[in-house]
């Protein structure tokens, strides 16, 4: 049995690295190497001194091509193959009313969460040929359910899902699936409790601020699991451009 090859995304934190950290937990055999990817990267050199035969980080802003090219080249450089590519990373962007949010804010956050993925896939798609592979995004609640003053986040996510239904239509060996990870103890979080009070509206944030406060937040390797499920047993036919919840039924036997 051949191990797999699987590139992560927003790799030094949250989801990210909890995937990072269950893919290496798997053996050898099931995981040959994780390229994980990030424009920072701590927390990553802390698990190589562990898996350096497994884990190669890449220091980088994943919103620019090379970023992705250099991960796609390590992957084929040190495992010959790549099976998985896991679309994770993203950025809040800008909150606050549509009328009054800078558009150059506005194009950094589809820079980092739709463009990114573009680019990624183009680079990706000729090997993930190869092995019949699977391409996994991370998409928001957001993106299906529009909250006041924060269009720029949803609109990027909304753009992700569509890239995720249209692509089955134009390819059907690669499968894709977006996987909404619920609400879930990450730096984004902590990122709207510190600063975002004075740009949401009163009701979202103290609805917000009291799932945490009441410990009810889902930590980072919950989801993180079916992730892994999916890169390593593959998107069943069915899930091929969908968007599924983390925890969604039809996705157990697979998690």
Known sequence: ?????????????????????????????????????DLHDHRLRCLLDRHQDRLEVVCGDISRRESSQKAVDAAISRAGRLDSIILNAGIQGPTGSILKTDVEAWK?????????LVHSIQVAAPHLHESKGSIIMTTSGVSLSPFPEWGAYGSSKAAM??????????????????IRPGIVDTGL?????????????????????????RGELLRPDQPARTFVAFALGGIPEELTGKVVDWNDPKITHVR
């Open 1 to 37: 049995m051949v191990g797999k090859a699987i590139i992560v995304t927003g790799a030094n934190g949250g989801i990210g690295f909890s995937i990072t950290q269950q893919l290496l937990a798997k053996p050898a055999e099931t995981v040959a190497l994780v390229v994980a990817i």
């Open 108 to 116: 950094k956050c589809f820079d980092v969460n739709f463009f990114s």
């Open 161 to 178: 899902n569509y890239l995720n239904m249209a692509w089955p239509k134009e390819d059907q060996i690669v499968r894709s699936v977006c």
């Open 189 to 213: 979080q902590k990122e709207v409790r510190d600063e975002l009070q004075n740009s949401l509206p009163e009701k979202t944030y103290t609805w917000l601020k009291g799932i945490h406060d």
